[in-house]
Nanobody, 119 residues
Framework: QVQLRESGGGWVQAGGSLRLSCVAS????????TGWFRQAPGQEREFVAG????????KYAESVEGRFTISRDNAKNTVYLQMNSLKPEDTAVYSC????????????WGQGTQVTVSV
């Protein structure tokens, strides 16, 4: 099994930046990809960004394209989400997730970290 732990959330004014971290432990050699998701109050959870473990393939939601950057440090089993030009609508609980193959579900989830962007 894989365990995920997020950190780096907090409060920031609109236009500011935050960097989230997701550290994986356990059977990390089986990870195919890691992704970031977010859920705002009263809304469904949505995909934000994802990155493949073995390469540099990344994917972003249209709403964050050009503002957020996902990256990874395999030596540290850590995936980062650099969030720039934050907007109030980015306020949500951000969670990281992992999957074992391209066709599998996101089966490992972290607890989440709160990001609050004020006007």
């Amino acid at each position: 099994q894989v365990q995920l732990r997020e950190s780096g959330g907090g409060w920031v004014q609109a236009g500011g930046s935050l960097r989230l971290s997701c550290v994986a432990s356990g059977r990390t050699s089986r990870l195919y990809a890691t992704g970031w998701f977010r859920q705002a109050p009263g809304q469904e959870r949505e995909f934000v960004a994802g990155i493949v473990t073995g390469g540099r393939v990344t994917k972003y939601a249209e709403s964050v394209e050009g503002r957020f950057t996902i990256s990874r440090d395999n030596a540290k089993n850590t995936v980062y989400l650099q969030m720039n030009s934050l907007k109030p609508e980015d306020t949500a609980v951000y969670s990281c997730a992992a999957k074992a193959s391209s066709g599998s579900d996101w089966t490992a989830w972290g607890q989440g970290t709160q990001v609050t962007v004020s006007v």
